[in-house]
């Protein structure tokens, strides 16, 4: 399973884990599918770890999942944050995510068993994720430029009814 996010610094397709966490895989397509992300700013971006988005308000408060409300962590020790790229759900603590995510710039060990990773980048990673890694940042890691989703392009959606 495959999407893509059309960004204003080009694209990020992403390969989603829909079989290893299929509930959070489900809410990241069906925001998709909903155009929820959709002229959605990336709020927070920290050169050499990770560049965070979702929050349709911008400020990184706000964001609900398809399910109502916060929705449990689906840990899985075999995905890990281990590399560049890697695509997760951030959070507040256990049990606590919603519709924001982030995309790592390197491995982030310290965040396995805490972050649902339910992707991973498999085109852009050298070209659209080293321009948003470079983008000037405030002392709160508040991009200086807009960092934007245009909008998403969904390649194959297991969950959708035939």
Do not use: W
């Amino acid at each position: 399973m495959s999407l893509t996010l059309h960004t204003n610094l080009g694209d990020l397709k992403l390969e989603l884990f829909c079989e290893s966490v299929p509930k959070t895989a489900e809410n990241f397509l069906a925001l998709c599918a909903s155009c929820y992300y959709d002229s959605t700013n990336f709020h927070r971006n920290i050169p050499s770890f990770m560049i965070q988005g979702g929050d349709p308000t911008g400020k990184g408060k706000g964001g609900q999942s398809i399910y109502g409300g916060n929705f449990e962590d689906e840990i899985r020790p075999t995905l890990r944050h281990n590399m560049r790229g890697i695509v997760s759900m951030a959070n507040r603590g256990p049990g606590t995510n919603g519709s924001q995510f982030f995309i790592t710039y390197a491995a982030a060990p310290h965040l396995d068993g805490k972050n649902t990773v339910f992707g991973k980048v498999i085109e852009g990673a050298d070209t659209t994720l080293d321009a948003m890694e470079a983008i000037e940042v405030d002392n709160k890691y508040r991009p200086q430029e807009v960092i934007q989703i245009k909008n998403v392009t969904i390649h194959a959606n297991p969950i959708a009814n035939p």
